[in-house]
């Protein structure tokens, strides 16, 4: 198959047009909060935002993980996305059409195996939904069965269900046909090799359901048979295996159509099946999803409550029903979810339910029944137990369901509840549930001992450091010395300032440093930051150049990232940015002139930092090369005087900082 880049062009028409709040809200439920907005971080675990979105800036930045950046970053990172990748998906998002040009060979061996794997589901969905439409098999099997589902033809369509031949070859010959590598065809599972080496269709015979995540890509696929051959069949649902692209325990299907819907309604309910999804949206219920047979796992709550905090679970009053309204609940609760459970009549399950009833009905079905999950707990597990052992144990299960939730005034409620519900003292079920909350807390901390002991693990990148990683001096001067060029490398603040012939010339930030470093030969010793100061002092006459706006949106990808990331500052995003009334009395050109005084005075202060640092590492190893050197009199001389003027010069520089020196 021919592969093809995004030209110049295009990519700069795709960055233009991507707008962070906008880009951001495709997965994040977010708050405005002053000139920014707030929301919980996609990319770790949180109960309390700290996720920032500053459209001014147009980055996103976590105060808890560090992570964040511009629109095709934030894409790159939350969908794991190589770079074209995630411009496609922007362009798709803000219907720009690409040009592109044809691929060098080299380019081409880079493309990821990530992206082969998602365009090869891409095209598997579109034959499966291809032939579920065509005269044959797909038009005699396939959508009778769907319309014996009740299901509408925008429905199907909605879903991209489908349709897979009978015959073993036919989708394995058609991908090879359009030139598909059979590689890929085996990494996601599509296909599966025989003992002679061909390739066999999975999902062969079967009606098809795909797996659509959060970004609108195919990750996987189900293949259900068909009823008339269920009977007797040992696999009546067919999944696809677990890949690089597709986690069955991280996914939940539907929710690529229902995150709009789950944001907007600020609740999410969840089923057991592909079917009850698809009824309740066609009844006009779209903030549904499900797990479809696989335990609630943290990764699906996570991405649940980055839309939501309410979460309504709804079963069919059975037993089987029951036993899946408690499983998994307590993961909910501890995650500060929001929990209600509704049963549904007997006989019924979501689908059938909402296909005999209207979406006004089956929103007064769900409003008139829902329950609290505590309330709905206590009466399942204490209605009619009069046996005392099952009584004890059934209350120390509600009791540390309520230990697990967050928020302490709706855990007191609870208690409250319970005391009257059961008729145990309070004191008694409070010292019960301080009992769990404390064994919570000691395994939690026993469980970060145990990490901390454990090897080290190689995080974070060449250019930034993790979290929580130590940071050396030199890294955090240098550090605030790229903030600085990048926030206000283009502004000319030193003015008048001599050069070598005797004439004056007027300096920006990062020309300054550029030539005060370059005076002694000094130079940052991180690679990218060397490249923004290069870069800043090579525009530095443009006159349009905006220093912050050119390296967030820098056509390198680890620059925009690393710019983005510097660009953050915590009071500036946390505070509402509306002018204070007394700043009017206050003369432009007399803040202007402040502003300047305290930016010069700033940049003067960091490379005196940087220099300074530079002076204490060559004194601490020459120090060593002294000691070293006692048997060679003519260099050990040569190092102590170089020692005794490097320590001239420090004192010099400690004076100027404000900062005593002991010799």
């Not at 797909?138 to 369509?157: E, K, N, V």
């Not at 530095?540 to 949106?553: G, P, Q, R």
Request: glycine content about 6%; aromatic content about 8%.
């Amino acid at each position: 198959m021919a592969s093809t880049m995004i030209d110049r062009a295009t990519v700069e028409k795709i960055k233009d047009a991507a707008n962070i709040v906008d880009v951001v809200s495709e997965f994040v439920s977010l708050r405005k909060r002053g000139a920014n907005y707030t929301g919980l971080c996609p990319f770790h675990n949180e109960k309390t935002p700290s996720f920032f979105v500053s459209p001014a800036r147009g980055t996103c930045h976590c105060f808890g993980c560090g992570k964040g950046g511009n629109a095709v970053t934030f894409i790159m990172e939350h969908e794991q996305m190589t770079y074209p990748e995630a411009l496609r998906w922007l362009a798709n998002k803000y219907h720009i059409e690409i040009q592109e040009r044809e691929l060098t060979d080299e380019e081409r061996r880079e493309q990821s195996e990530r992206e082969s794997m998602f365009i090869i589901n891409e095209w598997a969905a579109k034959y499966f939904e291809q032939q579920l439409q065509t005269e044959g098999e797909g038009t005699t099997y396939g959508l009778p069965y769907f319309r014996s589902r009740g299901f509408r033809d925008d429905i199907i369509a909605k879903f991209r269900l489908g349709y897979d031949l009978q015959s073993r070859f036919a989708l394995p010959d058609a991908a090879k046909a359009q030139g598909y590598q059979p590689e890929f065809l085996l990494k996601t599972g599509i296909c599966y090799q025989n003992d002679r080496g061909e390739l066999i269709d999975r999902y062969a015979g079967r009606v098809v359901f795909p797996w659509i995540g959060l970004s609108g890509k195919v990750v996987g696929f189900t293949a259900r048979v068909l009823d008339s051959r269920t009977k007797g069949v040992n696999m009546k649902y067919v999944n696809s295996p677990d890949s690089d692209i597709y986690h069955k325990a991280h996914e939940l299907y539907g929710i690529y159509q229902a995150k709009k819907a789950i944001v907007k309604n600020d609740r999410v309910y969840l089923v057991e099946g592909q079917a009850d999804v698809i009824s309740m949206h066609q009844a006009g219920i779209e903030n549904v999803v499900a797990g479809s047979g696989t335990a609630l796992s943290f990764p699906q709550i996570h991405m649940l409550h980055r839309l939501t905090a309410n979460i309504t679970l709804i079963y069919d009053d059975d037993a089987a029903g029951l036993h899946a309204a408690l499983k998994g609940t307590d993961m909910l609760l501890s995650e500060g979810m929001n929990l209600k459970v509704l049963l549904l009549p007997d006989g019924d399950d979501p689908d059938s339910f909402a296909r005999k009833h209207t979406a006004d009905e089956l929103r007064q079905y769900i409003d008139a029944n829902e329950t609290d999950f505590i309330q709905f707990k206590t009466e399942l597990l204490l209605k009619n137990e009069t046996d005392p052992v099952k009584r004890t144990a059934a209350i120390n299960s509600i009791i540390k369901s309520i230990s697990l939730v967050t928020n302490h005034i709706l855990r007191d409620t609870y208690v409250q509840t319970c005391v009257q519900r059961i008729g145990v003292a309070e004191s008694t079920l409070i010292n019960t549930m301080n009992n769990f909350i404390r064994e919570a807390k000691e395994s939690k901390a026993a469980e970060a001992r145990r990490t901390e002991e454990a090897p080290p693990m190689v995080t974070g990148t060449a250019t930034q450091p993790s979290i929580g990683q130590p940071v050396s001096a030199q890294e955090k001067v240098e550090r605030l010395l790229a903030q600085m060029i990048i926030r206000k490398g283009a502004r000319r603040v030193f003015r008048q300032v001599e050069t070598e012939d005797g004439g004056t010339v007027d300096l920006t930030v990062a020309q300054y440093i550029y030539y005060d470093l370059q005076a002694d030969s000094l130079q940052f010793s991180n690679p990218l930051y060397r490249r923004i100061l290069d870069e800043a002092v090579a525009h530095a006459d443009d006159s349009d150049f905006n220093s912050e706006s050119y390296f967030i949106h820098h056509e390198d990808i680890e620059i925009g990232r690393v710019a983005a990331d510097l660009c953050v500052d915590r009071l500036q995003l946390m505070r509402n940015d509306e002018p204070d009334p007394q700043d009017a009395y206050i003369d432009d050109r007399e803040r202007q002139k402040e502003e300047e005084e305290q930016l010069r005075n700033q940049t003067l202060h960091l490379v005196l930092d940087f220099r300074m640092d530079y002076v204490e590492r060559r004194l601490k190893a020459l120090s060593t090369e002294i000691a070293a050197a006692t048997s060679e009199p003519a260099r050990m001389n040569e190092l102590i005087k170089e020692y005794t003027q490097l320590q001239t010069v420090r004192n010099d520089y400690a004076r100027r900082l404000g900062t005593n020196i002991v010799v």
